[in-house]
């Protein structure tokens, strides 16, 4: 009788403490999930200029791309749904994946170098970051100011002269 007793107890003992890891990790989980939003706009660093289109934007949370998504024309605003703390946002205007090898969520950093593409011309290319601290079931609005970047050229080919 005495071994029963033990045999429940322990597997009350063990039902009681299942539940409780459960509680204990399902709360870890929600605290992971995504409980802020991010909104991106953008516009030109001057009143003269106009924004090149697709452009490409990467957010990083603690050196890792959390999301990457593309603006296709102006008016359109993007929404990121992430986890509270400070971000990083980048843009590349004008850099279409035609052209360009561009990154992807998987494999981007904040130091990805863009290239072009064999073949493909050099195009207008607008970049822009962004730092915002994101509070807890906040929503943050960023307007992203695109300029122009000269880019650096590693080599030039001239072809055809006489």
Request: hydrophobic share 40%; net charge negative; glycine share 8%.
């Given at each position: 009788?005495k ?13 009681c ?18 409980n ?12 003269d200029a ?18 990457v998504q593309?603006?296709?024309?102006e008016?359109?605003t ?20 035609i052209d360009?090898?561009?990154?992807t ?10 290239t072009?593409?064999?073949g493909?011309?050099l195009?207008?290319?607008?970049a822009?970051k962004?730092?915002?601290t ?12 695109l ?10 080919t ?5």
């Open positions: 009788m071994k029963v007793m033990f045999l429940l107890s322990l597997l009350a003992l063990i039902s403490s299942k539940d409780v890891a459960d509680e204990i990790i399902g709360s870890e989980e929600s605290n992971n999930a995504a802020s939003t991010l909104q991106i706009r953008t516009r030109t660093g001057s009143e106009t924004i090149s289109y697709p452009v490409q934007v990467y957010v990083f949370q603690e050196d890792e791309c959390r999301a593309t603006i296709g024309d008016g359109q993007l929404n990121f749904a992430l986890t509270e703390g400070t971000c990083s946002v980048y843009a590349i205007g004008g850099a279409s994946s360009y090898n561009l990154p969520k998987d494999n981007a950093t904040t130091t990805t170098v863009i072009l593409k064999d493909k011309a195009t207008d290319l607008m822009a962004a730092n915002v994101l509070v807890d079931g906040g929503t943050n609005t960023v307007t992203l100011g300029e122009r970047k000269l880019m650096l050229l590693q080599d030039i001239i072809n055809k002269v006489p």
